[in-house]
């Protein structure tokens, strides 16, 4: 089985088969030089509704799949489109090089920027060279250091989420994985520089936040971003029950949708209908859209009030309120109930 037909997804199938059935058909007709553009455009117009039917009810747990999908585009997809000059500094000067971050200095529309992001590799070689996606504490170290020249040259921060999280063995634990996303975050809240944060794929846990502390958090639509996985969520919860896979990944509210509407983000940037995988090129000109919206709009502001907005913007992050009904509810209890003596 090729890599290209393991890596369609269950609900894809019946776009995929159609699909196939159009691209035959040319074939066929331009091998027997024979005219069947009328099959083929109502073939083409089938497919086009049913992928409206389909994408148009995804759910959440669906998305997770479209999120991890293998021909995504990556961290180095996006800098090879959208930047030139992009000159990569590798190591923490602390320990090693850690190949599941990237990050260097390029230009973006003209414009110097320092860029950093999460890399999964594409084949199976590269995803074991860039362990999947999922740092070490030197990538973080890495990162930090390559935050703190952007800060020097006053450069802006442009930063590309897609990581299930940070490497969780012993390694990392042992040489402090969690002091040094903490570091980063305490550290990316107080950079004088404007901070674009885009969540391209998965944005899982720790590993996530640790280079996403920003002024602008961008997010595609079918990307995710979570404090745990759905099978996390499963094994802690409810002792890996698959069967209840969806049901969980609803609960969480992972999806750029949900996050927008808790402001949390503060953009879902379009997708080709199925996914980004499905026209890269189309999904990265979004990107490069978003984030020159952004860029042009921080660029105005004075970094104080960059560091003031930043500051705000977290301290509302999970704020909650009590409904007025239940504010009426307890100030009856109260009165109804005597006091203690």
């Given at each position: 089985?090729?890599?290209?037909?393991?890596?369609?997804?269950?609900?894809?199938?019946?776009?995929?088969?159609?699909?196939?059935?159009?691209?035959?058909?040319?074939?066929?007709?331009?091998?027997?030089?024979?005219?069947?553009?009328?099959?083929?455009?109502t073939?083409?117009?089938?497919?086009?509704?049913?992928?409206?039917?389909?994408?148009?009810?995804?759910?959440?747990?669906?998305?997770?799949?479209?999120?991890?999908?293998?021909?995504?585009?990556?961290?180095?997809?996006?800098?090879?489109?959208l930047?030139?000059?992009?000159?990569?500094?590798h190591?923490?000067?602390?320990?090693?090089?850690?190949?599941?971050?990237?990050?260097?200095?390029?230009?973006?529309?003209?414009?110097?920027?320092?860029?950093?992001?999460?890399?999964?590799?594409?084949?199976?070689?590269?995803?074991?060279?860039?362990?999947?996606?999922?740092?070490?504490?030197?990538?973080?170290?890495?990162?930090?250091?390559?935050?703190?020249?952007?800060?020097?040259?006053?450069?802006?921060?442009?930063?590309?989420?897609?990581?299930?999280?940070?490497?969780?063995?012993?390694?990392?634990?042992?040489?402090?994985?969690?002091?040094?996303?903490?570091?980063?975050?305490?550290?990316?809240?107080?950079?004088?520089?404007?901070?674009?944060?885009?969540?391209?794929?998965?944005?899982?846990?720790?590993?996530?936040?640790?280079i996403?502390?920003?002024?602008?958090i961008?997010?595609?639509?079918?990307?995710?971003?979570?404090?745990?996985?759905?099978?996390?969520?499963?094994?802690?919860?409810?002792?890996?029950?698959?069967?209840r896979?969806?049901?969980?990944?609803?609960?969480?509210?992972?999806?750029?949708?949900?996050?927008?509407?808790?402001?949390?983000?503060?953009?879902?940037?379009?997708?080709?209908?199925?996914?980004?995988?499905?026209?890269?090129?189309?999904?990265?000109?979004n990107?490069?859209?978003?984030?020159?919206?952004?860029?042009?709009?921080?660029?105005?502001?004075?970094?104080?009030?960059?560091?003031?907005?930043?500051?705000?913007?977290?301290?509302?992050?999970?704020?909650?309120?009590?409904?007025?009904?239940?504010?009426?509810?307890?100030?009856?209890?109260?009165?109804?109930?005597?006091?203690?003596?």
């Open positions: 089985m090729s890599e290209e037909t393991m890596s369609v997804l269950d609900f894809e199938k019946p776009i995929v088969e159609l699909e196939k059935k159009i691209l035959e058909l040319k074939e066929i007709s331009k091998e027997h030089k024979q005219d069947f553009s009328s099959a083929i455009k073939l083409d117009e089938k497919c086009e509704k049913l992928k409206n039917e389909i994408f148009s009810n995804i759910n959440a747990w669906q998305k997770v799949q479209i999120a991890r999908h293998p021909r995504r585009p990556h961290t180095l997809d996006v800098i090879n489109f930047m030139t000059d992009f000159t990569e500094l190591g923490d000067r602390h320990f090693a090089d850690d190949n599941a971050i990237v990050s260097g200095f390029a230009k973006f529309r003209g414009e110097p920027v320092v860029v950093i992001g999460h890399e999964k590799g594409k084949t199976t070689e590269e995803r074991i060279h860039r362990n999947f996606g999922q740092p070490n504490p030197e990538g973080y170290r890495k990162a930090l250091r390559v935050f703190k020249l952007a800060e020097k040259f006053k450069k802006p921060i442009i930063t590309f989420i897609d990581t299930a999280g940070a490497f969780p063995g012993i390694g990392p634990e042992e040489r402090g994985q969690s002091e040094a996303i903490a570091r980063n975050l305490f550290e990316m809240s107080l950079l004088k520089v404007p901070i674009i944060a885009c969540v391209i794929g998965e944005g899982g846990s720790g590993g996530a936040l640790a996403s502390v920003s002024d602008r961008l997010m595609l639509e079918n990307a995710i971003y979570s404090v745990i996985s759905p099978e996390g969520c499963s094994a802690i919860l409810h002792k890996n029950d698959i069967s896979i969806s049901e969980i990944a609803e609960s969480l509210k992972l999806t750029a949708q949900d996050l927008k509407e808790f402001n949390i983000i503060d953009e879902i940037i379009k997708e080709p209908l199925g996914g980004a995988h499905r026209n890269i090129d189309e999904t990265i000109k990107i490069s859209n978003a984030i020159l919206k952004h860029l042009t709009e921080l660029k105005k502001m004075p970094i104080d009030k960059i560091l003031d907005e930043r500051y705000k913007k977290y301290r509302k992050i999970g704020e909650f309120k009590v409904l007025k009904k239940k504010r009426t509810m307890i100030k009856q209890s109260k009165n109804t109930n005597p006091p203690l003596k």
